[in-house]
C-alpha cells in the first residue's frame, strides 16, 4: 500500500473516531435516531478501507 493511500485512511479512521463519539452522546441522550445516519456513514467508511487493505494481504 502506498504513502498517500495510508494517509487518506488515518484521516478517514480519525473521521469515523468523531462519528463514533457522536454516536456515543447522542445514544446517551437516548436520541438514537440521529445516529443512523452517521453509523451508516461508517460502515461505508469501513468498507472502503477494508477494500483498499485486502489488495496488500494478496500480495503477502
Do not use: H
Not at 494517509?7 to 473521521?15: G, K, M, N, P
Amino acid at each position: 500500500m502506498d504513502k498517500p493511500t495510508m494517509q487518506a485512511i488515518i484521516r478517514l479512521l480519525e473521521t469515523m473516531e468523531e462519528g463514533i463519539l457522536y454516536i456515543q452522546g447522542k445514544i446517551k441522550q437516548q436520541d438514537i435516531e440521529a445516529t443512523l445516519t452517521v453509523l451508516t456513514d461508517i460502515i461505508g467508511a469501513f468498507t472502503q478501507i477494508e477494500k483498499n487493505i485486502k489488495p496488500s494481504d494478496r500480495a503477502i
